[in-house]
């Protein structure tokens, strides 16, 4: 099966957080050639439904692979971090003096005890983590300096661990996006996929380089890496325009 697989911000969606109608079209062309389209988002559900809507997406991979959703927006696949562990990793981290600030994703709710993270955001809420969370979690992001000590916990829970938010936001999670795509092939019991992989971010390096063809944006401040670049950024409707230059050949 061939798939079309992308990133949302600073990718697919252009600088004013939009999907452009150039870009819309293009990925019902695709999807008359038999591409399933899939997002593959950092962002929860509930953060992903606006262009999800949009663009009727096969499927939504959220939480950088945590969750997957089909069409019709059940849940199908979730991989999470245990309460126990949720809880106990909180613990750490309030007793670190390097910790700046934190935050506890779970499937439906973000757990914030910064009030500026409440604003506006529907799935936000305040706590000051003085009683345990009694739900499984997605990820634990973690404002620190101290990523090797974070790695070290992650390794110890067995979960992965990404630096992201300018270095000092680092996240631990039970997946990421690459596995995220690999989970969505065994869903799908897809053996041989060809994946056409599109992103921006330190998140998105891993599922470009093992794609059937990663592309990193002309817009990416990772361009020094040994990864195909596109020559278009995601302002210029960069996504679509790769792939009709270099996979159906659709021209206007």
Not at 9 to 17: A, V, Y
Not at 78 to 90: A, P
Not at 104 to 115: A, E, N, P, V
Not at 205 to 217: C, D, E, F, P, T
Request: aromatic residues 12%; hydrophobic residues 35%; glycine residues 4%.
């Amino acid at each position: 099966m061939k798939y079309f697989i992308f990133d949302l911000d600073d990718t697919l969606l252009n600088n004013n957080k939009e999907v452009s109608e150039y870009t819309l079209k293009g990925i019902n062309i695709l999807k008359k050639h038999d591409f399933i389209i899939v997002i593959n988002t950092a962002r929860s559900f509930l953060a992903t439904l606006d262009v999800a809507n949009i663009i009727k997406a096969d499927y939504l991979i959220c939480n950088a692979g945590t969750l997957i959703y089909d069409k019709d927006y059940n849940l199908i696949f979730k991989k999470t971090i245990s309460i126990q562990d949720t809880n106990e990793i909180i613990e750490l981290i309030k007793s670190s003096d390097d910790v700046k600030n934190f935050s506890i994703q779970t499937i439906k709710t973000l757990y914030t005890k910064d009030f500026k993270y409440t604003q506006n955001n529907p799935i936000a809420t305040y706590t000051d983590f003085t009683s345990k969370l009694e739900e499984e979690s997605v990820k634990i992001l973690i404002a620190s300096y101290e990523h090797k000590k974070w790695e070290s916990v992650a390794l110890k829970y067995n979960y992965e661990i990404e630096r992201y938010f300018n270095g000092i936001w680092c996240r631990i999670s039970p997946s990421n996006k690459y596995l995220g795509n690999l989970s969505l092939f065994k869903l799908l019991n897809d053996n041989n996929p060809i994946d056409y992989v599109f992103g921006d971010d330190l998140g998105d390096i891993l599922m470009i380089k093992n794609a059937y063809r990663g592309v990193l944006m002309k817009n990416s401040k990772l361009t020094n890496l040994d990864l195909n670049i596109s020559m278009y950024s995601n302002d210029d409707d960069g996504v679509i325009k790769y792939m009709f230059e270099n996979v159906i050949q659709y021209k206007k």
